[in-house]
C-alpha cells in the first residue's frame, strides 16, 4: 500500500512538473474574409499566392467589433491576426504582372516606425508607476541594463511577445544587473490589471508600469508597437526594435547580454 502510494504522488508530482514547466503560449486567432480560419487553411491561401495583406494586430475598435460578430470563438481576444485575401481576378492580374516581386504577394503593416530618440542617444529620464503601486525612475538604474518596453492591451503583437520573455529574458538574466520595464502607453491602471490578470495562464507574471497620459512614450517613440530599447549601465540607448518579428525577442536577449558582459 506504501508502495502505491508513493508510485501516486510520484506520478503526480511529475505531472504537476511538467504543467508549469508546458505553460501554454499565447496563439493568434486568424481571420480571413470575416471567417475564421485554421494554422492550415492560412497556409493553403499562401501557397496559392492568394495572400493579400496580413496584419498582426487590430485596433480596439476592430477588435470590439470581431467580438461581437464571433463571441466566444474570439477566444480571449488578445492575439488576432487579420488576413486579407486575393480575388481571382486580382490574382490572375498579379501572376499576369510580370514586374510584381514574390515579396510583395504579403505586405505587413507595422505602421509608422519613427523615433525621437536613436542609437547612442542618452535615454530619456522618467518616472513610471507600476502595478504594484512602486514608483521606478530610470536615473535611479544606472549600473543595471534596461529593457524598455513599450506595449498596449489592444496590441497582439506586444502580448504575443510577452509569452516569450519569461522564458527567454526574465529567466535567464534574473541574477544579473537587468531589469524590464514593460510599459503600457495610453490605458487606464484597470485595463492593465485586467488584462495582466488574463495573461497569467500564459506564464505572463511579471510586474508592468502604466503611461496612461503617453507622457514617457511621447519621449521617446511615434508610430507602431511594440517598441523596444535596450539601455546600457550607464543610460545610453544601444538597441532599438519595433515590432515583433519570428525572432525578435532573441535578438533582444542577445543584445542584453552583450551589455552585462561589459
Known amino acids: 500500500m506504501k508502495k502505491i502510494i508513493i508510485l501516486i504522488f510520484i506520478f503526480f508530482g511529475f505531472s504537476l512538473f511538467g504543467q508549469e514547466k508546458n505553460i501554454k503560449k ?11 480560419i485554421t494554422k492550415e487553411k492560412l497556409t493553403e491561401l499562401a501557397q496559392k499566392g492568394l495572400l493579400k495583406s496580413m496584419n498582426k494586430g487590430v485596433t480596439e475598435e476592430e477588435r470590439d467589433k470581431l467580438a461581437e ?3 466566444d470563438r474570439i477566444g480571449d481576444r488578445e492575439f488576432i491576426m487579420k488576413i486579407d485575401v486575393l480575388t481571382e481576378k486580382e490574382r490572375e492580374e498579379r501572376l499576369n504582372n510580370k514586374s510584381s516581386k514574390a515579396e ?5 503593416s507595422n505602421g509608422n516606425e519613427d523615433l525621437y530618440l536613436n542609437i547612442n542617444d542618452n535615454a530619456s529620464n522618467f518616472e513610471v508607476q507600476m502595478l504594484d503601486g512602486k514608483k521606478i525612475t530610470l536615473s535611479d538604474l544606472k549600473g543595471k541594463v534596461v529593457l524598455v518596453n513599450y506595449w498596449a492591451t ?28 514593460a510599459i503600457s502607453i ?6 492593465v490589471q485586467q488584462k495582466m490578470n488574463r495573461m497569467k495562464k500564459y506564464g505572463v ?12 512614450w511621447n519621449q521617446y517613440a511615434t508610430g507602431s508597437i511594440p517598441k523596444s530599447f535596450v539601455i546600457d549601465k550607464k543610460g545610453v540607448i544601444k538597441y532599438i526594435s519595433s515590432g515583433n518579428s519570428e525572432d525578435n525577442v ?4 542577445l543584445e542584453i547580454k552583450k551589455l552585462l558582459a561589459e
Open 186 to 191: 495610453g490605458e487606464s491602471k484597470e485595463k
Open 205 to 216: 507574471l511579471f510586474n508592468v508600469g502604466i503611461d496612461p497620459k503617453k507622457k514617457i
Open 26 to 36: 499565447p496563439e493568434y486567432i486568424i481571420i480571413a474574409n470575416n471567417e475564421i
Open 154 to 181: 489592444w496590441c497582439a503583437p506586444c502580448l504575443i511577445e510577452f509569452g516569450e520573455f519569461p522564458e527567454k529574458i526574465l529567466e535567464p538574466f534574473k541574477n544579473e544587473s537587468f531589469i524590464l520595464l
Open 69 to 71: 460578430k464571433f463571441g
Open 250 to 253: 532573441d535578438k533582444l536577449a
Open 104 to 108: 510583395e504577394v504579403v505586405k505587413m
